[in-house]
């Protein structure tokens, strides 16, 4: 272990149950400006005395949910972070990076459509009954993102 052990308990403050508000770009990659707004309930847990979690979140009105996997690298002192979603079935490629100064940022390469993206993870208005997440899109290499998906956490 090293001088960073605090960091396998970045998302301590995760753990528990959330009222989620989800904002989501109906269109990607479109310049589409319409967004859709539906609820979520989220319940996090923690494994490893903080160094790995597990967030499930249902979609009550989509009929769909999802599932969150974080896992932190003791070696890289990093986080790895996996979504699946109950709609494909499948686990998605890592996002993978740490938080500075209260704020979580994370970067992965993925496809859309077929075709390759960025993906980028942001984590911040962390406070013990709130936090945001959002993810956001490249389709040019990380030169310009598009905000795709924004989570509103509300302690339960």
């Not at 052990?5 to 009222?19: K, P």
């Not at 310049?31 to 790995?52: Q, R, Y």
């Not at 969150?68 to 494909?88: K, N």
């Amino acid at each position: 272990m090293t001088g960073d052990d605090h960091r396998m308990n970045d998302f301590d403050f995760l753990t528990g149950s959330w009222n989620v508000t989800n904002r989501r770009l109906a269109t990607l990659f479109s310049g589409s400006d319409e967004w859709e707004t539906f609820p979520g309930v989220s319940t996090c847990n923690p494994i490893f005395e903080g160094g790995c979690n597990t967030e499930e979140i249902a979609f009550p009105t989509l009929g769909s949910s999802g599932l969150t996997l974080r896992l932190f690298d003791t070696e890289r002192e990093e986080w790895s972070i996996y979504w699946a979603s109950s709609r494909t079935g499948l686990l998605y490629p890592p996002v993978v990076g740490t938080f500075t100064d209260g704020r979580g940022d994370f970067y992965g390469d993925d496809t859309h459509d077929g075709k390759p993206i960025r993906a980028h993870f942001i984590w911040s208005g962390i406070t013990p009954t709130s936090a945001r997440w959002e993810q956001e899109f490249s389709a040019d290499g990380g030169r310009t993102w598009e905000s795709n998906w924004v989570m509103t956490y509300t302690r339960a």
